[in-house]
């Protein structure tokens, strides 16, 4: 069952349960050296380790923040995974947007409750998981994936986090989700776009060539709307930031790296963790402008050959000479 509000029978889809542990829910077992193993209720099922098994029986029907012990007695805690845990550890088709771009992404985006937002490609769901939590029962998610295979794991993965009961294949049984098997491109090109894709409020690519969405979603994106695209190199981010400076109706793009640095604090021993996830991926975001009006040109100069003879890639036209 999707989660409840307090007061009773609405559904928040919020993707949190509450109350006792029931199979199909994911948790989180934290060992005494602080890793992490992830398992799927089942039960009757066992989840082996090193130092023997543990019963899953065990754990459904009680409470969350417990400890459970292997058959060797070794003590792991036991807490309902987080979101970042379920996207990190869900199964795969496509590789997944991380947590800490996924947070940057809702709020860069400023993904708000009742928005309509445009993703794709929905590969395994993870940020489509994310961007549901965040438009909320009145908002709605249309996400476009390319690969029906990718598309299948994706709408499963939904269906878990939110506890829908869905099976049926494509269908996640989460009432403010489109998925949609096609290629946004194609979509947005169809002279039905206006109406079969938008009107949106926000658009979030995490595609191979979001540049080649930019025309189509100036076309369905709502004035001031805001475009976000996640790209894994520089290749596509300048790609991307230069189409999106040649169409003129966006604001001027802003590009983005996260990192996020883990510290180690025992006693004195108080410094950043040795390791971190060093390169995930860019954010690219700019602002869709009314219809007809037309960005300032940048005042500062590009830098020197910047535009140079090796340069082929997009790029504005120069404005004529008196609006310079
Ligand atoms: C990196 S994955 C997306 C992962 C997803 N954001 C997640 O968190 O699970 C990129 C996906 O974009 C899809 N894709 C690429 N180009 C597309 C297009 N033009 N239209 C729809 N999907 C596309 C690919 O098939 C792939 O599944």
Redesign the pocket.
């Known amino acids: 069952m999707p989660d409840q509000d307090t007061s009773g029978s609405l559904p928040v889809w919020s993707g949190v349960r509450t109350g006792p542990l029931q199979p199909g829910e994911r948790v989180t077992l934290t060992d005494p050296k602080g890793r992490r193993h992830s398992l799927l209720l089942t039960a009757g099922k066992t989840f082996h380790t090193t130092k023997g098994g543990i019963a899953h029986d065990d754990l459904i029907g009680g409470p969350e923040g417990v400890v459970v012990s292997s058959a060797q007695g070794v003590q792991y805690l036991a807490f309902r995974s987080l979101m970042a845990e379920f996207?990190t550890r869900m199964p795969?088709?496509?590789?997944?947007?991380y947590p800490k771009d996924?947070a940057q992404i809702v709020m860069g985006t400023d993904v708000f409750p009742g928005a309509r937002v445009l993703?794709?490609?929905?590969?395994?769901?993870?940020?489509?998981?994310?961007l549901l939590r965040a438009v909320g029962p009145t908002g709605r998610l249309t996400s476009?994936?390319?690969?029906e295979d990718?598309?299948e794991v994706?709408a499963r993965?939904v269906a878990n986090f939110f506890g829908t009961g869905s099976t049926a294949p494509l269908d996640s049984g989460h009432p403010c989700w489109d998925l949609r098997v096609?290629?946004?491109?194609?979509?947005l090109d169809a002279p039905d776009a206006a109406t079969a894709v938008g009107p949106v409020d926000r658009v979030?690519l995490?595609?191979?060539?979001p540049w080649?969405?930019v025309d189509g979603v100036a076309r369905v994106l709502e004035p001031g709307g805001v475009f976000c695209a996640?790209v894994?190199t520089t290749t596509q981010l300048g790609r991307t930031v230069e189409t999106l400076r040649a169409h003129t109706g966006f604001t001027e793009p802003e590009a983005t790296e996260t990192l996020v640095r883990a510290w180690h604090a025992e006693g004195l021993a108080v410094r950043p963790a040795h390791n971190m996830v060093g390169h995930t991926g860019f954010l690219i975001t700019a602002r869709r402008l009314a219809p007809g009006v037309v960005a300032p040109v940048k005042k500062r100069r590009p830098a020197p050959g910047a535009y140079g003879e090796d340069y082929t890639g997009p790029r504005r036209e120069a404005p004529p000479a008196e609006a310079r």
């Open positions: 996207t795969r088709g496509a590789q997944v947007v996924a993703e794709a490609g929905a590969g395994s769901g993870a940020l489509s998981c994310a476009y994936e390319r690969r990718f598309a994706a993965n096609g290629d946004l491109v194609e979509a979030v995490d595609m191979l060539a080649e969405c996640y894994a």
